[in-house]
DNA sequence: TCAAAAGTGTTATCCTTACACCCATGT
DNA sequence: ACATGGGTGTAAGGATAACACTTTTGA
């Protein structure tokens, strides 16, 4: 049995983004004041990558990590350039947790994650950044191609992307990438000046994009895991169960078909117990049939969208 | 703006399954007679791990590489022990390709990747090899748990992964990781003796568990893009699309539903042309619609599956 | 009594699945 | 003629989206 080929030595990083449900919107765990999501080395005494982000990340935030996922593994030379020269490979993860936590040092903070993209969230209807900022200067990166051809590429990726009559939620990574080619955020840097760069914080690095990658991921999921259980209490009203999927979504659901969606597929049992905190009728409390989970291959909640708010 | 913590160095490896469709058959590239992936190291002086993973792959095989995609990346330590301690990264890829490629050196070939995962095609209707070896030895398998409780478990898993009725052809890697946890193949290895491995050729390292998650990822990924022709030659006849679908997907599907959910979605052009190449009356000659790709954020085949063979 | 949110029932529409059948060619 | 695979039409069933309406609490 021959010995795989030896490979040159670089240094691994771990990126996390943790996510939280506070207050009914989805939150962000961040360092210097929002500009960094947590990261660490990968010290080589723990058996897997999985295990090496468990241990620091509970060491920084002292608190137990859920569910955990694998994002991407990237290794730009553009990162690299940050830091004198010296390759990083960074690989990343999405993880939910149920609870608040709170960090040592560097200032942490939770972060409401639409404060990064302020365009993805459709909740309260098309978001007026969409119409006021994003299209028109999208727009003008159109035209300001000089080739034809390169100008109808340029306008139909922003059909794909953009277009808000079919706006697909989980394209959160493309639309970022398409706004950072065009120059139109800060990170994007260097050549283009981007003088007055589009709403929506930056971050150092490239941890926006990551960020961007992680709400990706997490909305394709909920389609078809039951992971938002991994962010709600242990009881919960159908109500708050809406909230949290429509605040990851970040659109707007149809009540009636939700609710139907939900028991039909046996996700939730009733508590019993009566919640009276939300001003009218007092709901139920269900929980989680985490026996689900080894019941059968089991499909999130599905979407029930509604176009008109 | 603070510069990231500093990690430690260790060597990154990148591992490829190549795949492509010889003879209506996935076949996946392999070395030392089937045993082992194609592997590399990443050099440093590559601007990015796709880049990196191209050149060598290219540089290997004298042959161009389509579509590349990200698989996973694994750090564990039971792999570092196979190489005198010192720790590895292993970035593992999907690689799809059009044409037969020759590789140099090493004695590459392309191996059939049902040879590995034979429970995994079910064209043919259930294969034998299910209900006649690993059927039972799961059961046994069960039944060696003294504890009731981890028996239910283990039933439950079984029930998931493995139930014909119920059969989904995306949980290879789940269903892997099953069999290797149940002692089932002879890469459990060490502890239990694995007298008599179940049918299905074992791999060096981890590098069956990496085909399975590339496997996966490429089954799941056929339904909601048109990944398939990446696959086939430039023209191709339905029958051929269809034959190639079943062919990554493990199961039969629906002749008529095929066909028209193909053409629905607007995926083909006709050529002009036929082939009267299949012993029956010659068929029309297709095309893939490339411009696609940028008028739609457009959905793979979805799968017509049929029941009864 | 009224606002606000919970909760129930029914209908229209579309997509998937399935079935039945015809067409063009080689032997 | 008939076997073989190519190709078309249509009906049944189930899931989604939409609508109308009742119930229970607090102010």
């Known amino acids: 049995m021959p010995s795989p080929a030896k490979p040159r030595a670089v240094a691994i990083e771990l990126n996390a983004v943790l996510v939280a449900l506070i207050d009914e919107e989805p939150q962000v765990l961040t360092l210097e004041d929002g500009a960094l999501l947590p990261s660490g080395p990968f010290e080589g005494d723990h058996p897997t990558l999985q295990t090496g982000l468990r241990a620091w990340v509970e060491r920084q935030t002292h608190h137990p990590l859920g569910y955990v996922e694998q994002l991407y593994t990237f290794a730009d030379r553009s990162r690299a350039a940050a830091t004198s020269g010296r390759r990083i490979v960074s690989i990343s993860y999405l993880g939910l947790t149920r609870e608040r936590v709170t960090a040592a040092g560097h200032e942490p903070g939770w972060q409401n994650w639409y404060r990064y993209f302020p365009w993805e969230d459709w909740r309260g209807g098309t978001p007026a950044v969409l119409a006021r900022q994003v299209m028109p200067r999208l727009r003008r990166w159109i035209d300001a191609a000089s080739d034809p051809a390169v100008r109808r590429g340029r306008r139909q990726r922003m059909d794909i992307n953009f277009a808000e009559a079919s706006w697909n939620e989980d394209l959160v990574l493309q639309r970022y990438e398409l706004l950072y080619e065009a ?24 941890h926006r994009r990551i960020l961007a990658t992680g709400i990706a991921r997490l909305r394709a999921k909920i389609k078809y895991r039951p992971v938002v259980f991994e962010l709600m209490p242990p009881d919960f009203t159908l109500g708050q169960l809406q909230l949290a999927v429509e ?26 117990g009566v919640s009276a905190e939300t001003g009218g009728r007092p709901a139920k409390l269900y929980r989680f049939r985490r026996e689900i989970l ?16």
Chains 1, 2 share one sequence.
Do not use: C
């Not at 939700?258 to 028991?263: A, E």
């Not at 080894?294 to 008109?308: D, F, H, Q, T």
């Open 247 to 272: 605040a990851l979504a970040g659109r707007p659901l149809h009540k009636q078909n939700f609710r139907r969606l939900i028991d039909q597929q046996g996700l939730v049992e009733e508590t019993g």
């Open 183 to 206: 120059g139109l955020v800060p990170e994007a840097g260097g050549r283009r000046p981007t003088t007055d760069p589009l709403p929506g914080a930056p971050m150092h690095y490239d």
């Open 294 to 309: 080894l019941e059968r291959a089991v499909a999130g909640s599905k979407l029930p969208l509604s176009r008109s708010s």
